[in-house]
């Protein structure tokens, strides 16, 4: 019924459509693949490590239908939601010129390769800290019942299990409880060894535990 009903709204036709060319460009790609891949040395290792390549030959997917699904999830999380991450960053240090003077000085002391600077790093941390990408964070069913604990029992509570959770990362981030200026885009706060400790498990744009990003490790590789 609610597939029914939801026929009678643009944005579900759109969200429809949508879904279905994004599930078309999947095939088109692992075709693709497959063609290519047809003339490549098998020998060749950079050519048989690709994500693309893994997924073909793993025996676990019971179907192309299971490997384009996981395909669309990486794009969906390995690709805009980094081409996202660096717009946010570059609008912040055109904001802040300084910041942005001295970024660039550093990198240049690590011409070799951009992974090695720890300034590159702290500035990736701090604009994922103001504008995270799921801003609305997580949400989860909880499976057990969960007792919170702050330290004062008036404020402790019990949420049932069954229960449906909205981390808000938004508001996490920017917590006053967590962080020294909340709002400031300020980098240098993760070159203080004490208060990367204290906020280490505040900072979550990609989810903590199991149940994390799935395209965390892609991202950072981006």
């Known amino acids: 019924m609610r597939v029914l ?20 460009l999947g095939y088109r790609f692992l075709e693709s693949y497959r063609a290519s891949s047809s003339q490549t040395n098998t020998n060749d290792a950079k050519a048989t490590s690709t994500l693309i390549s893994l997924m073909d030959r793993d025996k676990e997917y019971r179907c192309d239908e299971e490997r384009v699904r996981d395909m669309i999830i990486f794009i969906g999380a390995g690709y805009d939601t980094t081409a996202a991450t660096l717009s946010w960053t570059l609008l912040e240090l055109a904001r802040k010129p300084r910041i942005q003077d001295s970024l660039r ?7 070799d390769t951009t992974t090695n600077s720890p300034m590159l790093k702290r500035v ?18 909880l499976s057990n019942d969960i007792r919170t604990t702050t330290g004062s029992n008036s404020r402790n509570f019990l949420i049932p299990k069954g229960s449906t959770v909205i981390i808000p ?18 980098p240098d706060r993760w070159e203080e060894e004490e208060s990367m400790i204290t906020t280490k498990k505040a900072l979550m744009p990609f989810g903590l535990g199991q149940r994390s990003c799935i395209g965390r490790t892609l991202a950072n590789a981006e």
Do not use: C, W, Y
Request: no cysteine.
């Open 5 to 24: 009903m939801g026929r009678l709204f643009r944005d579900f036709r759109l969200a429809k459509l949508g879904t279905e060319k994004l599930r078309t």
């Open 105 to 111: 000085r550093n990198i240049r002391q690590h011409h």
């Open 124 to 141: 990736i941390l701090e604009s994922m800290r103001l504008n995270p990408v799921a801003a609305f964070g997580p949400v989860r069913t």
């Open 169 to 186: 990362l938004f508001a996490i981030h920017r917590s006053k409880d967590l962080f020294r200026d909340p709002d400031v885009f300020r």
